[in-house]
C-alpha cells in the first residue's frame, strides 16, 4: 500500500488503528477521531470509560475522551 512507499508521509507509515466498539453508549460520540493518539493513552482511556480513578498521574498518556493537550 502507499504506506510502504519510501516517501509517504511519517504520519502514514505509523498509523495504527485502535477500535473501540460499544454502540449502546453516548460518551463513545465524544472521541475526537481526528486527535493524534498513543498506546499509552489506551489504559487511561479505558479506566475513564470504566470510571476508574488512576492512582498514579501519567504526564505522558490521558484519556482519549479528553480533548486537550497530555501535560495537564
Known amino acids: 500500500g502507499p504506506e ?3 516517501n509517504s508521509s511519517f504520519e502514514l507509515r505509523h498509523k495504527v488503528p485502535l477500535f473501540i466498539y460499544a454502540p ?3 460518551w463513545i460520540r ?3 477521531t481526528s486527535q493524534p493518539a498513543q498506546q499509552i493513552d489506551i489504559l487511561p482511556t479505558v479506566l475513564d ?3 476508574i480513578e488512576q492512582k498514579n498521574v501519567n504526564y505522558l498518556s490521558r484519556s482519549l475522551l479528553r480533548d486537550g493537550p497530555k501535560v495537564v
Request: no cysteine.
Open 49 to 51: 470509560v470504566l470510571s
Open 30 to 32: 465524544k472521541i475526537n
Open 24 to 26: 449502546q453508549f453516548d
Open 4 to 6: 510502504l512507499q519510501p
